[in-house]
C-alpha cells in the first residue's frame, strides 16, 4: 500500500512538472505561431496593397488611352478629325501619382523601323524633341531598344506595352516606366502613355511601416495576455491533477474492461472496411453506365503494359448524329450493346470506356494472330446484329476500330491512327510509323507551298457544277467551286483545303474565289452560289469583298451557301450578314443541311430560301428508309414555309428519279453534271 501511495505521488510530481513544461511550450509556440502569421499576412497585405495600387493606376491609364482612341476614332468616322486639335488637348491632361503621367504621339513613317523612323508629334515634358526624326534603335541607359520592341508588336497587333527606362518629368535622372501604347492606322500615329514605377515606392513604403507599427503593438499585447494564460493555465491545471490522480485507478480498471471490447470492435471494423475499400475500388475504376473499366483505370494499366499486349481503340461513326436523330436513351442503348459484345469477345481482357462513345480493349494475342485480321473479325461481330426497334425504327450503328502494339504514347498513336482511318473511311486500321504526324506536318508544309505557288502564279480557279430544275429540266444555277490548277488538271479542294484554312493563305483564295466567280457570270444571266463558311462571315476583309462586288445587275443572281455545321448556331452574326446580302437583292441556302444541328428553327430566324440535303443522306436513299424519312421530313417542312430543296450528290439515273418523286426542287451531282470551267447555258437545256 506504501509502495502504491509512493509510486503515485511520483506520479503526481512528474506529471505536474510535464503539465507545466507542455503549457509552457505550447504557449511559447502558439506566440510564435502567432508572430509568424502576423508577419506573413503584413507581407501579404502589403503585396496586395501594391498589386492593387499598380492595378489602379494602370486601369484607370489604360481607360485614358482607351477614351482618347474612341474620340479619335469617332472623330474620323464623322469626317470631322482635327490633329491640331487633338494635340492640344492630350497635351493638356495628366493622370497617375503626382500628375506624372502623360501622352506622347508619334508620326509613323516606316513601322518597320530605323532611323527616321517616325518624328514627334506631342512629347510634354520635352516640346523641343516635337517634329524631331527618332531612331528606333537608340537605347535606354540599361541598354534596351524598347522602341524596336514596341514596333515588333504594333506590327502584329496594333499594341504595345513595354517597359522601359526614360527621363522623369521634374528631375534630371531617368526611372523604370511601363508604357501602353496603340497603333492608329488611319492616320499612322502611335499614341502612347505612361507611368512611372518609382512613385509607387513612397506610397508602399508608407504603408509598409504603418504595419511594421501595427505588428510591435500587437505583438506586446500577445505576450502580455499570453503571460496571463499560462498562470491561469497552472492553477487549473493543479486542480485537475489531484482529480485525475484519484480517478487514474478507476479509469485503470475500465480500460482493462474496454480492451476486450476494442479487439472485437476492431475485427469487426477491419471486415467493413475491406468490404467497402472493394465497393469504393469498382466505384473508381468502373464506368457506371457499361460497366466496362474507366478512363482512370486505363491510365494505370497503360503504364504497366506488358511487352507482348496489343491495345485497341474502338470509335462509334456518328453517334453525335444517333443522340440528335433518336435521342440519348437510344445512344446509352447503343453503349452499353456495344461494352456487352467487346466483353463478349475478349473475356479475360480489360475492356475501358474512355469517353463518351469511345472504348478501349487491352489484350494478348496468339503468338500467329494477325492483329489486322482481328480487327476485322471483331468490326464484323459488334456490327452484324441491329439493335431492337426503337419509335418503330431499326437502329444500326457501324464502328471504326484501330490498334497498336506500340507502347509508347499508346493513347496518341491510337487516337492519330483514327483520324487517318475517319479520313479514308476505314473500318478497321492498324497502326505504322507512315501514319505519324510529323509526315503530315511535311505533308501540310508542302501543300501550303503549293497554295502560296498557285496564287502567286495565278493558278487558283473555280470550276461550275450545273444544278438542274426538276420541275423545267432545265439547269437554272451552277454551283461555284475552288479548284488549283498544275500540270495534271484541276487539284480537288479536299486535297488543300483543310491546310488553307489553318494558314494565313485562306482568306487571299476565298477573295480570288469571290472575284473569279462574280467575273465568270458577269454577262450570264444563269444564277450562280458561291459556298461561305462562318469564318467568312465574320471575317472584315471578306465581307468587304463581298459587297464590293455585288451591284444590281448580279445581286439577284447570286446565292450564298453557308454550312449547316460551321457556326450557323451564332445567330447575331449570321443573321445579320443574311439581312444586309437579302437586303441586295441576293438568296441564302443552307449547304449540307443533315450533318449539324439540322434544327427547323434555325431555318426559320435566319430566313433562308435553299436547303441543300447532305450528300450522305441523298446517297442512301435507295436503300436507307431511314434517310427517306429525313428527306420527307425535310421536303414536307420547306414546302410549307417557302424553302427550295436541292439535292446534292445525285450521282446516278435512279437518284434523279427518286429526288423528284420525293418532291425535291433541284439537284445536283455527277448524274446532271460534272464541275467544269465551261458554263452550259439555260436555252441550250429547253
Given at each position: 500500500?506504501d ?6 505521488n511520483w ?9 507545466l513544461?507542455?503549457v509552457?511550450?505550447l504557449?511559447?509556440?502558439f506566440q510564435?505561431?502567432f ?9 501579404h497585405q502589403?503585396e496586395s ?11 484607370a491609364?489604360?481607360?485614358h488611352l482607351?477614351?482618347e482612341?474612341n474620340?479619335?476614332k469617332?472623330s ?12 492640344d488637348r492630350?497635351?493638356?491632361?495628366r493622370?497617375?501619382?503626382?500628375d ?11 513601322i518597320?523601323g530605323?532611323?527616321g523612323f517616325a518624328?514627334h508629334?506631342?512629347?510634354?515634358i520635352?516640346?523641343?524633341?516635337e517634329g524631331?526624326l527618332?531612331?528606333s ?9 524598347y522602341r524596336?520592341q514596341y ?22 535622372f531617368?526611372?523604370e ?6 497603333l492608329?492606322p488611319?492616320l499612322?500615329?502611335v ?7 518609382d512613385?509607387f ?13 501595427r505588428?510591435i503593438?500587437?505583438?506586446i499585447?500577445s ?19 489531484q482529480?485525475s490522480m484519484r ?6 480498471q475500465?480500460?482493462?474492461?474496454f ?17 467497402k475499400?472493394?465497393?469504393?475500388e469498382?466505384m473508381y475504376q468502373?464506368?457506371t453506365?457499361t ?10 494499366d497503360?503504364v504497366s503494359l506488358r511487352?507482348n499486349e496489343?491495345?485497341?481503340m474502338?470509335?462509334i461513326?456518328?453517334?453525335k448524329e444517333i443522340n ?6 437510344i445512344g446509352d442503348v447503343?453503349l452499353?450493346?456495344l ?7 475478349f473475356v ?8 463518351a462513345?469511345v472504348?478501349?480493349?487491352i ?5 500467329n494472330?494477325d492483329v489486322?485480321?482481328?480487327l476485322n473479325?471483331?468490326?464484323?461481330h459488334l456490327v452484324?446484329?441491329?439493335?431492337p426497334?426503337f ?5 444500326e450503328?457501324?464502328v471504326t ?9 499508346t493513347?496518341?498513336?491510337?487516337e492519330?491512327?483514327m ?5 479514308k473511311r476505314?473500318?478497321t486500321l492498324?497502326y505504322?510509323?507512315d ?9 501540310n508544309?508542302?501543300?501550303?507551298h503549293?497554295i502560296r ?8 480557279t473555280?470550276v ?11 439547269i437554272t444555277h451552277y454551283?461555284c467551286?475552288?479548284?488549283?490548277e498544275d ?7 479536299a486535297s ?5 484554312q ?9 477573295r480570288?474565289?469571290?472575284q ?14 458561291i ?5 467568312d462571315i465574320?471575317?472584315?476583309d471578306?465581307?468587304?469583298?463581298i ?6 445587275k448580279?445581286a439577284g443572281?447570286v446565292?450564298?451557301e453557308i454550312?449547316?455545321s460551321?457556326g450557323i448556331?451564332n445567330y ?14 441576293c438568296k441564302?441556302?443552307?449547304?449540307d443541311f ?8 434555325h431555318?426559320?430566324k435566319?430566313?433562308v430560301?435553299?436547303?441543300k440535303?447532305?450528300g450522305?443522306?441523298v ?7 431511314e ?9 414536307y ?5 417557302g424553302?427550295?430543296?436541292?439535292a446534292?450528290f445525285v450521282s446516278?439515273?435512279?437518284l434523279i428519279?427518286m429526288v423528284?418523286k ?7 451531282g455527277?448524274?446532271?453534271?460534272y464541275?467544269?470551267v465551261d458554263?452550259?447555258s439555260?436555252?441550250s437545256n429547253?
Amino acid at each position: 500500500m506504501d509502495r502504491l501511495k509512493e509510486t503515485e505521488n511520483w506520479l503526481f510530481k512528474r506529471t505536474w512538472w510535464g503539465l507545466l513544461s507542455l503549457v509552457l511550450i505550447l504557449t511559447l509556440s502558439f506566440q510564435a505561431l502567432f508572430f509568424f502569421l502576423q508577419y506573413r499576412d503584413n507581407t501579404h497585405q502589403l503585396e496586395s496593397f501594391q498589386n492593387d495600387l499598380f492595378h489602379k493606376e494602370f486601369s484607370a491609364l489604360q481607360s485614358h488611352l482607351e477614351r482618347e482612341l474612341n474620340l479619335i476614332k469617332q472623330s474620323l468616322n464623322n469626317n470631322s478629325f482635327d490633329a491640331q486639335e487633338v494635340i492640344d488637348r492630350l497635351r493638356s491632361q495628366r493622370f497617375g501619382l503626382e500628375d506624372r503621367g502623360y501622352f506622347f504621339v508619334l508620326k509613323l513613317h516606316d513601322i518597320e523601323g530605323g532611323p527616321g523612323f517616325a518624328e514627334h508629334l506631342l512629347l510634354p515634358i520635352d516640346p523641343s524633341q516635337e517634329g524631331v526624326l527618332i531612331d528606333s534603335g537608340l537605347l535606354d541607359e540599361k541598354g534596351f531598344a524598347y522602341r524596336e520592341q514596341y514596333l515588333s508588336q504594333l506590327r502584329e497587333s496594333g499594341q504595345s506595352q513595354v517597359s522601359y527606362w526614360y527621363t522623369k518629368p521634374g528631375t534630371d535622372f531617368s526611372s523604370e516606366k511601363t508604357s501602353y501604347i496603340h497603333l492608329i492606322p488611319e492616320l499612322n500615329w502611335v499614341l502612347g502613355a505612361g507611368l512611372y514605377l518609382d512613385d509607387f515606392d513612397a506610397l508602399v513604403s508608407q504603408y509598409h511601416a504603418s504595419q511594421q507599427s501595427r505588428l510591435i503593438t500587437s505583438a506586446i499585447w500577445s505576450l502580455g495576455a499570453s503571460f496571463v494564460l499560462v498562470f491561469l493555465a497552472l492553477l487549473v491545471m493543479h486542480h485537475y491533477n489531484q482529480r485525475s490522480m484519484r480517478r487514474l485507478r478507476k479509469l485503470h480498471q475500465q480500460v482493462s474492461d474496454f480492451q476486450s471490447q476494442m479487439v472485437s470492435y476492431s475485427h469487426r471494423l477491419q471486415v467493413d472496411v475491406e468490404r467497402k475499400a472493394r465497393q469504393l475500388e469498382k466505384m473508381y475504376q468502373v464506368d457506371t453506365l457499361t460497366q466496362a473499366l474507366n478512363r482512370r483505370k486505363l491510365k494505370q494499366d497503360l503504364v504497366s503494359l506488358r511487352k507482348n499486349e496489343a491495345v485497341i481503340m474502338v470509335n462509334i461513326d456518328g453517334f453525335k448524329e444517333i443522340n440528335e436523330v433518336f435521342g440519348n436513351e437510344i445512344g446509352d442503348v447503343i453503349l452499353c450493346e456495344l461494352a456487352y459484345k467487346l466483353k463478349q469477345r475478349f473475356v479475360e481482357d480489360r475492356v475501358y470506356r474512355l469517353n463518351a462513345d469511345v472504348f478501349v480493349l487491352i489484350f494478348t494475342p496468339d503468338l500467329n494472330e494477325d492483329v489486322h485480321a482481328l480487327l476485322n473479325e471483331l468490326h464484323h461481330h459488334l456490327v452484324q446484329d441491329r439493335l431492337p426497334q426503337f419509335n418503330d425504327h431499326d437502329v444500326e450503328f457501324n464502328v471504326t476500330i484501330v490498334g497498336t502494339q506500340e507502347h509508347e504514347n499508346t493513347l496518341g498513336r491510337l487516337e492519330m491512327t483514327m483520324l487517318h482511318a475517319k479520313f479514308k473511311r476505314l473500318n478497321t486500321l492498324c497502326y505504322s510509323p507512315d501514319l505519324d504526324y510529323s509526315a503530315q506536318y511535311r505533308s501540310n508544309l508542302s501543300i501550303s507551298h503549293e497554295i502560296r505557288t498557285a496564287i502567286e502564279q495565278d493558278r487558283v480557279t473555280p470550276v461550275f457544277q450545273a444544278i438542274r430544275d426538276l420541275q423545267t429540266n432545265r439547269i437554272t444555277h451552277y454551283e461555284c467551286l475552288m479548284r488549283i490548277e498544275d500540270d495534271s488538271g484541276h487539284i480537288n479542294p479536299a486535297s488543300f483545303l483543310h491546310v488553307a484554312q489553318r494558314s494565313k493563305l485562306y482568306p487571299q483564295l476565298v477573295r480570288i474565289m469571290l472575284q473569279k466567280s462574280f467575273a465568270a457570270f458577269e454577262d450570264s444571266e444563269l444564277n450562280f452560289s458561291i459556298n461561305l463558311s462562318y469564318e467568312d462571315i465574320i471575317s472584315d476583309d471578306i465581307r468587304k469583298t463581298i459587297f464590293g462586288l455585288l451591284n444590281d445587275k448580279n445581286a439577284g443572281r447570286v446565292i450564298f451557301e453557308i454550312l449547316e455545321s460551321e457556326g450557323i448556331e451564332n445567330y447575331p452574326e449570321v443573321s445579320h450578314f443574311i439581312s444586309e446580302v437579302k437586303s441586295r437583292g441576293c438568296k441564302i441556302a443552307i449547304d449540307d443541311f443533315g450533318t449539324g444541328y439540322s434544327n427547323f428553327e434555325h431555318l426559320l430566324k435566319l430566313n433562308v430560301d435553299y436547303i441543300k440535303l447532305d450528300g450522305t443522306l441523298v446517297e442512301g436513299l435507295l436503300e436507307n428508309k431511314e434517310a427517306q424519312y429525313v428527306v420527307e421530313s425535310v421536303v414536307y417542312f420547306a414546302k410549307h414555309v417557302g424553302i427550295k430543296v436541292i439535292a446534292e450528290f445525285v450521282s446516278q439515273p435512279a437518284l434523279i428519279e427518286m429526288v423528284r418523286k420525293l418532291g425535291i426542287d433541284y439537284a445536283q451531282g455527277y448524274a446532271i453534271g460534272y464541275p467544269s470551267v465551261d458554263l452550259v447555258s439555260d436555252e441550250s437545256n429547253a
